[in-house]
């Protein structure tokens, strides 16, 4: 089993874990009703996907 050979410093582990940062989700446009919803999923708003109607919207 690897055993660090020094003490890794509280300035260097802090440095590494300020890395981890929280990404803002990615948001798309339907190209037909204009509203916001995830990339490549179908919209929920009107259903369609890729310029043809893929689920029955409600």
Known sequence: MAV???KMSR???????AQWKVARPTIA???TCNA???PHRACSN???YNGREVIEAS
């Open 11 to 17: 300035s260097r582990t802090r440095r590494r874990k």
């Open 36 to 38: 916001p919803h995830a």
């Open 46 to 48: 009107c259903g369609n």
């Open 4 to 6: 660090p050979k020094k």
């Open 29 to 31: 446009r339907c190209s």
